[in-house]
């Protein structure tokens, strides 16, 4: 997502029309990443129980990451809610871990095989870092919005984004933290040719990467993004 930048531009009704509707697309946009962040986690979570059962510090850090990026969620979904709006309909395609997790695993989250990723250290350490790349592009992320003249004259907005900034160096640390003390790379991780070991084998056609399961039927298909994000039940107000 390219940020707009901050010049203020005169208020006139085009310029209050284009500021509130990239406000509707950027808070849609994180919406979804927020609740896909904090579902996906719950996974992860699971995964770090059976990994890494003498690590309780790193669990404890990973269930605080979830209930924050929860928090997220609710803090823009609350946006939405007291304006007695609905956000607009966002999938996957937006999803910046989504695109992360194709990359390195050359699948999507939904068939991403958590068991056998918990299973292989190796996998293991890859999920790992590819939530701490996540995170880290998120923060940067952030600190260009705060600096946007759009952004910054809504004040919910802005308060938003400034708690999500606070929290997010909590969000890769851990993360960073648990592959520096076993002497991994913190960079993404690739092969001789330089691309995500995942990639290259979605690029060859290969068979699927381990750590991913078979693809089931209707797995990937385009669905409704509010349903999908827990966002059905919200209403619009009678007028
Ligand atoms: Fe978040
Ligand atoms: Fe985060």
């Given at each position: 997502m390219t940020a707009i930048t901050a010049s203020p531009l005169p208020r006139t009704g085009l310029t209050s029309a284009l500021r509130d509707r990239y406000l509707d697309i950027l808070a849609s946009v994180y919406l979804y990443n927020e609740h896909r962040g904090y579902t996906s986690l719950d996974r992860v979570i699971a995964a770090v129980r059976r990994c890494c059962p003498d690590e309780p510090e790193f669990l404890a850090e990973v269930v605080r990451h979830r209930a924050d990026e929860a928090k997220h969620y609710h803090m823009f979904r609350r946006w939405f809610e007291r304006q007695g709006r609905m956000p607009l309909a966002m999938d996957r395609r937006v999803g910046h871990i989504d695109r992360f997790i194709l990359r390195t695993f050359g699948c999507t989250i939904d068939e991403l095989d958590t068991d056998r990723?918990?299973?292989?250290?190796?996998?293991?350490?890859?999920?790992?870092?590819?939530?701490?790349?996540?995170?880290?592009?998120g923060y940067r992320q952030v600190e260009v919005l705060l600096g946007n003249g759009w952004v910054r004259s809504d004040p919910v907005m802005r308060r938003i984004f400034e708690i999500v900034h606070r929290d997010e160096p909590g969000h890769f640390l851990p993360y960073q933290r648990w592959l520096e003390r076993r002497g991994r790379a913190t960079a993404g991780s690739s092969g001789r040719d330089g691309r995500p070991a995942g990639r290259r084998a979605a690029r060859a056609g290969a068979a699927r990467p381990a750590g991913c399961r078979t693809r089931r039927r209707g797995a990937g298909r385009w669905r409704p993004w509010a349903a999908s994000a827990g966002y059905a039940a919200i209403e619009r107000p009678a007028t």
């Amino acid at each position: 997502m390219t940020a707009i930048t901050a010049s203020p531009l005169p208020r006139t009704g085009l310029t209050s029309a284009l500021r509130d509707r990239y406000l509707d697309i950027l808070a849609s946009v994180y919406l979804y990443n927020e609740h896909r962040g904090y579902t996906s986690l719950d996974r992860v979570i699971a995964a770090v129980r059976r990994c890494c059962p003498d690590e309780p510090e790193f669990l404890a850090e990973v269930v605080r990451h979830r209930a924050d990026e929860a928090k997220h969620y609710h803090m823009f979904r609350r946006w939405f809610e007291r304006q007695g709006r609905m956000p607009l309909a966002m999938d996957r395609r937006v999803g910046h871990i989504d695109r992360f997790i194709l990359r390195t695993f050359g699948c999507t989250i939904d068939e991403l095989d958590t068991d056998r990723i918990a299973a292989t250290p190796a996998e293991f350490e890859q999920l790992c870092r590819v939530i701490m790349l996540t995170e880290q592009r998120g923060y940067r992320q952030v600190e260009v919005l705060l600096g946007n003249g759009w952004v910054r004259s809504d004040p919910v907005m802005r308060r938003i984004f400034e708690i999500v900034h606070r929290d997010e160096p909590g969000h890769f640390l851990p993360y960073q933290r648990w592959l520096e003390r076993r002497g991994r790379a913190t960079a993404g991780s690739s092969g001789r040719d330089g691309r995500p070991a995942g990639r290259r084998a979605a690029r060859a056609g290969a068979a699927r990467p381990a750590g991913c399961r078979t693809r089931r039927r209707g797995a990937g298909r385009w669905r409704p993004w509010a349903a999908s994000a827990g966002y059905a039940a919200i209403e619009r107000p009678a007028t």
